[in-house]
């Protein structure tokens, strides 16, 4: 079973979650049991809040719990009601539709999608809105927030089609992204322990978009390990079969999308496609001419965020645009100069770039203050899914939106999750932990972990002292109140210092217990490992190909029921 708000009446050790649905109850009224909210999925699982995990913004926070604080930066609230309000007036040309409609048919051909997607591409040709989230196309179908992002947009798709609102899911392929060394890497755990990290060392032209970079022959022996590492099964093939030489990042992302999301309908969609930067040729030029009336917008939004308290996701400039030049398959930032343009070293008149924008499209793409922009202009967008960054880039980007479509698309806080396995439920049972407390460190967990084993009777001497400490300052407290109010504060310093030097005795105890028993030490690093990787929650470092591996593609189905909560929290997942 799942957390339910009702634990919070007796002594529970969820104290974060009773907090977490308390406020989420009060200020949005819209969660009222877990357990009945997860209908039918059989995983048990709770919801922490964002406030608990390291480094929320202040603008996250304040985006999913306190909308009033934020409503100048974002139009809409993040409610699945608001979506469906802004899909039921949402207009969007029928000859655009047939046109994107084409590309999106023949893209997802080339990547084998299965008849569902046919069937959501002529629904969306036909007049359905579309959900859309997406991400880089990293090494062997990226970290799993890649597979929790699409399951967003499967289930809300869903969700408004039952309503009333024929919706489809997409799926945007960050192939215009030309950070390489963001997306040529995996990391999977290891069977000796740890995590192995496995590479691509393909190459494109230094600074090319990355879906222009094709895999070498290196890449078979790569899946290979892969297979090796996940054991011979229906993900490993295909795996295998996506990442061959030849194919390039986006392609073999999606192809191995296209296998793993078969059957919910998800459509794919790559933005390097020529047809679509053509059909996208207004926004580029609306970009270009209107560069200095979008930039001034920008760094007014930039002085209302700062003078609100909040940051800045996007560094904005005097001299910026929202466009890149594609030369010689590099992609160049364009700048404003005066009332023309640099792109590099070289000028170019105002009216000789947006000639070049209308002549030749496709030599130009977004930055991520447009990419948003470009993507409803080619799609009726009634929502799109983002992690805490994203988030943070429309409440600049509402700006852009105005300026150039004329309406500001919903964004909403993607599905978030960490997949708890068997061993680490009883690992974190064992030693009385929860994820959060994996937050800390992997120094301050294994602290825990030796305090946790040691004898129980040292344990209850350890806890009895502490009690009996804080009663005898606590009468003698009292007993001073009456003789010389002065001596009370001069007590209470006194008690702490106590307090303090016994948490050092139970921590050298702690200490030494670790130094006698490796296992500890292997143990705390296992979980660290496999549950707060890299410092980072785990769906930011291990792929979603482990674990669709282990529980195969039900988990899918298990994960977009729990996202049908909308609960804006991070989901622990306890699977068998």
Not at 101 to 116: I, K, P, S
Not at 327 to 339: A, T, Y
Request: a neutral charge.
């Amino acid at each position: 079973m799942g957390f339910r708000p009702s634990d919070c009446d007796r002594q529970s050790r969820c104290h974060i979650q009773c907090l977490y649905f308390r406020e989420i109850m009060a200020q949005t009224g819209t969660v009222s049991d877990t357990k009945t909210a997860t209908r039918s999925s059989s995983l048990n699982h709770q919801c922490i809040p964002f406030t608990a995990i390291p480094h929320t913004t202040r603008l996250y926070q304040d985006y999913l719990f306190h909308h009033a604080r934020v409503a100048e930066f974002y139009q809409h609230p993040p409610t699945p009601d608001a979506v469906f309000d802004y899909g039921k007036q949402l207009e969007f040309p029928a000859e655009r539709r047939a046109q994107v409609a084409a590309v999106l048919t023949r893209q997802n051909r080339a990547f084998g999608a299965d008849e569902q997607v046919f069937e959501a591409i002529e629904r969306l040709r036909g007049g359905a809105v579309a959900v859309v989230s997406g991400q880089q196309v990293g090494l062997f179908g990226g970290p799993l927030y890649s597979i929790l992002k699409a399951v967003s947009a499967v289930e809300l798709a869903r969700s408004l089609s039952g309503r009333g609102l024929d919706a489809v899911p997409v799926f945007w392929l960050a192939t215009e992204d030309h950070d390489l060394a963001e997306v040529n890497h995996t990391f999977l755990p290891a069977a000796a322990g740890g995590l192995e990290r496995l590479t691509s060392s393909s190459q494109g032209t230094e600074g090319a978009p990355v879906g222009y970079v094709k895999f070498g022959e290196e890449i078979s022996a790569a899946a290979a390990r892969v297979r090796e590492l996940l054991g011979d099964g229906e993900i490993a093939r295909a795996v295998v079969e996506a990442y061959r030489p030849g194919e390039t990042y986006g392609s073999a992302f999606a192809k191995l999308f296209a296998k793993l999301l078969a059957g919910t309908g998800l459509i794919l969609l790559d933005p390097l496609d020529p047809e679509l930067h053509a059909i996208a040729a207004p926004v580029f030029s609306g970009a270009a001419a209107r560069a200095r009336e979008i930039d001034d917008a920008l760094l007014s939004r930039g002085k209302q965020l700062q003078a609100s308290d909040y940051h800045e996701q996007v560094r904005v400039t005097g001299e910026s645009t929202l466009l890149f030049s594609l030369e010689g398959g590099e992609r160049r930032v364009i700048h404003l100069s005066g009332e023309d343009f640099t792109i590099g070293r070289r000028r170019v008149g105002r009216d000789e770039l947006l000639e070049q924008v209308r002549s030749a499209p496709e030599l130009f793409s977004s930055n991520v203050l447009l990419r948003p922009i470009v993507q409803d202009y080619l799609l009726p967008t009634v929502a799109y899914f983002g992690g805490a960054a994203e988030v943070a880039y429309f409440a600049q980007v509402g700006v852009v939106y105005e300026k150039l479509l004329g309406r500001v698309t919903p964004v909403l806080p993607r599905f978030s999750a960490t997949v708890v396995d068997g061993r680490m439920q009883r690992l974190l049972q064992q030693y009385q932990l929860g994820v959060p407390d994996l937050f800390h460190g992997t120094e301050q967990l294994r602290e825990k972990l030796a305090a946790r084993s040691l004898p129980a009777g040292m344990q209850h001497e350890l806890s009895a002292a502490k009690d009996t400490l804080q009663e005898i300052i606590s009468r003698l407290r009292e007993h001073l109140r009456t003789l010389d109010p002065t001596l009370v504060d001069a007590t209470e310093r006194s008690g702490r210092k106590m307090q303090y030097q016994l948490s050092k005795i139970a921590a050298k105890a702690a200490r030494a217990k670790l130094r006698q028993d490796q296992r500890l030490a292997q143990e705390g690093e296992e979980i660290i490992t496999l549950l707060f990787p890299e410092k980072g929650l785990q769906e930011r470092t291990i792929p979603g190909v482990y674990f669709l591996a282990r529980y195969g593609r039900r988990l899918i189905g298990e994960l977009m029921t729990l996202a049908s909560e909308h609960c804006p929290g991070h989901h622990i997942v306890n699977v068998g």
